[in-house]
Nanobody
């Protein structure tokens, strides 16, 4: 059974940091690119960051460049999203995605709220 389980969300003040994790099981993790998406209230889901299967190539959406870092530990079947200098606009549900076209797996999401 395929599972992607996100953790690490919560309430944080502007300027603070959070580290999200996504534990994968039930598929060959090292064969899949991993991505983080987010969706805030009333908006479409958007891609935040991605990392290739080997962990060499990383890409970020413009709003998070220089603040967020995606990484993966293939020995632990886990992908991370380190989020620094958080802003209220980062408030959203963050989803983990595993992709090896045409296959897509999704987690259920973890809520991040940035507020004072």
């Amino acid at each position: 059974q395929v599972q992607l389980v996100e953790a690490g969300g919560g309430l944080v003040q502007p300027g603070g940091s959070l580290r999200l994790s996504c534990a994968a099981s039930g598929f060959s993790f090292t064969d899949y690119a991993m991505k983080w998406y987010r969706q805030s209230s009333g908006k479409e889901r958007e891609l935040v960051a991605s990392i290739d299967s080997a962990g060499y190539r990383r890409n970020y959406a413009d709003p998070v460049k220089g603040r967020f870092t995606i990484s993966r530990d293939n020995a632990k079947n886990t992908v991370y999203l380190q989020m620094n200098s958080l802003k209220p606009m980062d408030t959203a549900v963050y989803y983990c995605n595993a992709r090896r076209s045409p296959v897509d797996y999704w987690g259920k999401g973890t809520l991040v709220t940035v507020s004072s």
